[in-house]
């Protein structure tokens, strides 16, 4: 059997994207196609196509196309879809935004999967061969994580990556942010690959770095101390993503520290409580607590880049230098600023809905620099406007330099090379926001 499994290009999908390509030093890849992949029996002929760098062949004679879709590229994937079943080709769309809007998503495809892939995609293809390939399947979203296959990676072109050493661990996240995707569709079990497992997995990677994509490394803290001691032989660096109450605990911050962590993205959020969104234990004076944080990090060599989220219906134009002053007093190393994105599925599209707010019905536009919704207290021109300064002051060369230099004591040439490229592809990025 031939497969063709397809992550289509949101640019491509945004005419105001069409300029702009994404720099390899933000680049790398989902584990959801690398999956299916993976559960494909061995004698399928299985190709990953990149729709961001790769043509995508029509006219090729393939059994089965297999298309993975987030919101925003979701018409891209529609497009894509309906260029083969034109052709006569079956194709299966899946992923994060076809779980989110199944009947929207089976209107463009043979068949969709709702949910994840191991206990669905293996009766997807017997159906297939047999003839009854069944208009959607459903997923239990509760598979057990042991004895997974690996992902393959061998499948893409690592070139275009900055690395393809993405590994999981858990699956799952138990807060409740209102904003979030994950909990919001998939529900709020943790689920945890047996450690000697993701150990082995890690051991058979390429090169010395790879990035630990777990849903929040700040949960399962038993677990968790538990694979990181077992890094700390392997002398592997790596990078990964947590919720503040990581740092609540000094010996998790002393093992990620031996274990080879060179950077953590730490969601932030908003440097004023939110309902709906996760809280830190001791936060008597949560700016302080950030700044503590960060200092935490750097004292074990980590380097810290700030989550921001704006468009909180508590927030007023104050918040955005009161941020600004976080960050740059702070002295995170990178910043991801983002405007609440109300993806649907997520309690927050919902209420925002029931409310009259939403104002963006094309899903083009559903990405982290553009307002979707009407605001409490701000017109939509003034929060863009003030949304840009803060990204553009965050980062002017000047204080890129500064960045560079503060993290010299704590970084190899190398890491210092990629926080430029990181800090540089951001400023590039903002001129599609103006």
């Not at 196509?49 to 919101?71: A, P, R």
């Not at 989110?100 to 669905?120: F, H, L, N």
């Not at 690996?150 to 690592?158: A, G, M």
């Not at 009259?356 to 979707?372: K, Q």
Request: glycine share 6%; aromatic share 8%; proline share 5%.
């Amino acid at each position: 059997m031939r497969i063709r499994l397809i992550y289509p290009s949101s640019r491509k999908a945004n005419p105001g994207f069409q300029q702009w390509k994404q720099p390899k030093s933000h680049r790398y890849p989902g584990l959801g196609l690398l999956t299916v992949a993976g559960l494909c029996p061995s004698e399928c002929d299985v190709k990953i196509v990149d729709d961001e760098y790769e043509q995508i062949n029509y006219e090729e004679k393939v059994d089965l196309v297999g298309i993975s879709l987030l919101t925003v590229s979701a018409f891209r994937a529609y497009k894509i879809a309906r260029n083969f079943r034109e052709r006569g080709v079956p194709v299966v769309l899946g992923g994060m935004h076809v779980t989110a809007c199944p009947e929207e998503a089976a209107v463009y495809a043979d068949s969709i999967v709702i949910g994840e892939a191991e206990d669905t995609w293996p009766q997807l293809l017997r159906d297939l061969e047999s003839g009854d390939l069944k208009g959607s399947y459903r997923s239990s979203n509760s598979s057990d994580l042991s004895n997974l296959p690996l992902p393959r990676r061998e499948l893409l072109d690592k070139k275009k990556y900055i690395t393809v050493n993405t590994v999981q661990a858990t699956r799952g996240c138990p807060f409740n942010c209102e904003f979030c995707s994950i909990t919001a569709l998939f529900g709020h079990k943790t689920r945890l690959r047996p450690v000697e497992e993701v150990i082995e997995e890690i051991k058979t990677l390429e090169g010395n770095v790879f990035v630990l994509n777990d849903d929040n490394l700040a949960q399962k803290i038993g677990y968790f101390k538990e694979l990181y001691r077992n890094l700390i032989p392997l002398k592997k660096k790596w990078v990964g993503n947590a919720s503040m109450n990581i740092a609540e605990d000094k010996e998790t911050l002393d093992l990620l520290e031996r274990c080879g962590c060179r950077g953590m993205l730490i969601g932030f959020e908003s440097i004023v409580p939110q309902d709906g969104v996760k809280k830190i234990t001791r936060q008597r004076d949560r700016v302080l607590r950030h700044k503590e944080i960060v200092k935490e990090f750097h004292q074990r060599h980590i380097k810290v880049m700030g989550a921001f989220i704006f468009g909180f219906d508590n927030e007023d134009e104050s918040i955005f230098e009161r941020t600004l002053e976080f960050a740059l007093e702070s002295k995170i190393d990178m910043a991801q600023i983002n405007i609440l994105t109300p993806y649907p599925g997520t309690p927050l599209y919902k209420r925002l809905d029931k409310e009259g707010r939403i104002t963006e019905r094309s899903w083009n536009n559903y990405v982290s620099s553009n307002l979707c919704f009407e605001l409490k207290n701000m017109s939509r021109s003034a929060f863009l406007a003030k949304y840009t300064w803060t990204k553009s002051r965050f980062h002017r060369y000047p204080e890129i330099a500064r960045r560079l230099i503060r993290a010299l004591p704590i970084s190899t040439p190398y890491e210092l090379l990629l926080l430029l490229a990181i800090n540089l592809g951001i400023r590039k990025s903002i001129k599609l926001i103006l």
